[in-house]
């Protein structure tokens, strides 16, 4: 009987002190989390976990473990050569966007062009009865001839569109 108060009020001790012992070791193991900041080909901003290959303006970041900033605004080394710091005007940032925008519009158009020459190479190659319509929206059905020269040239489509 004398045991049982003695064996609850050490597996308290010893709880208590494991408990301390984690929390302990998880602070002193814990660091400043590293992110890196940085502006992509398309104008993009992006977060990593690692140094960026090829960006723009890269920033890094670090995190306390409260979620705060250790050292706010400290920049990393810039990976383009690009050693013009003078900010821009308003009037340049905005052609900038819009030359991204139609390089991301043409980027897509391609994309989807490719996809479709895909789709129909894919189609030629299945075989059986393959047809075109014509001006008047009649089949005209292609012969074995004409499905090989239809080939090579949306293969060669592809190998100009589909890099």
């Known amino acids: 009987m004398l045991y049982a108060p003695l064996k609850t009020t050490l ?12 929390l302990l070791a998880s602070i002193n193991s814990s660091h400043a989390i590293q992110v890196y900041k940085s502006v992509g080909a398309y104008g993009e901003v ?14 890094m970041i670090e ?19 690009n050693t ?3 900010p821009k005007d308003a009037e340049a940032q ?14 897509n158009a391609n994309a989807q062009r490719c996809q479709s020459l895909r789709n129909n190479l894919t189609n030629l190659n299945v075989g059986g009865r393959i047809y075109e319509m014509d001006a008047n929206g ?8 004409e499905i090989e020269l239809k080939r090579e040239q949306v293969q060669q489509a592809i190998n100009q569109y589909c890099n």
């Open 11 to 22: 597996s308290k001790l010893f709880l208590g002190l494991l408990t301390t012992a984690v």
């Open 46 to 59: 992006k977060y990593s976990q690692h140094a960026p290959q090829n960006g723009k303006n890269v920033e």
């Open 63 to 81: 995190f306390r473990s409260d979620g705060r900033q250790a050292d706010p605004g400290q920049m990393a080394g810039r990976t383009s050569d």
């Open 84 to 86: 013009n710091t003078a």
């Open 94 to 107: 905005r052609i900038e966007q819009l030359e991204a925008r139609i390089k991301e519009q043409e980027a």
């Open 138 to 145: 009649k089949r005209q059905y292609l012969d074995s001839r």
